[in-house]
Nanobody, 118 residues
């Protein structure tokens, strides 16, 4: 199973981008799906996530600007990013967490660069 990301790029401050993360096949036992951002010299930070029961979480600095959605039929996770700021620049990764009894595994996308120019 692979997660394939698309949709990054270069945008000016105030612009919008939509990231996609599509699974190559259905993954049983997924109980969390989310997006992370990484900048040089830092660890990946959680930006937005669905957890079990469709609960949503957003990091404080993206609340009101980013929206996480999913299309279960298309096995795809999205991140709509509006009102982008230069500090949103980084490599964005999607992660799907699988839990099946005692078995747990994290699937990661390949990462996509988002650059916001000032």
């Amino acid at each position: 199973v692979t997660l394939v990301q698309s949709g990054g790029g270069l945008v000016q401050t105030g612009g919008s981008l939509r990231l996609s993360c599509a699974a190559s096949e259905s993954i049983p036992g997924i109980n969390a799906m989310g997006w992370f951002r990484q900048t040089p010299g830092t660890q990946r930070e959680l930006i937005a996530t669905f957890t079990r029961g469709s609960r949503l979480f957003y990091a404080d600095d993206v609340k009101g600007r980013f929206t996480i959605t999913r299309d279960n039929a298309r096995k795809t996770l999205f991140l709509q990013m509006d009102s982008l700021k230069p500090e949103d620049t980084g490599v964005y990764y999607c992660k799907w967490h699988q839990r099946d009894g005692d078995y747990e595994y994290d699937y990661w996308g390949q990462g996509t660069q988002v650059t916001v120019s000032s």
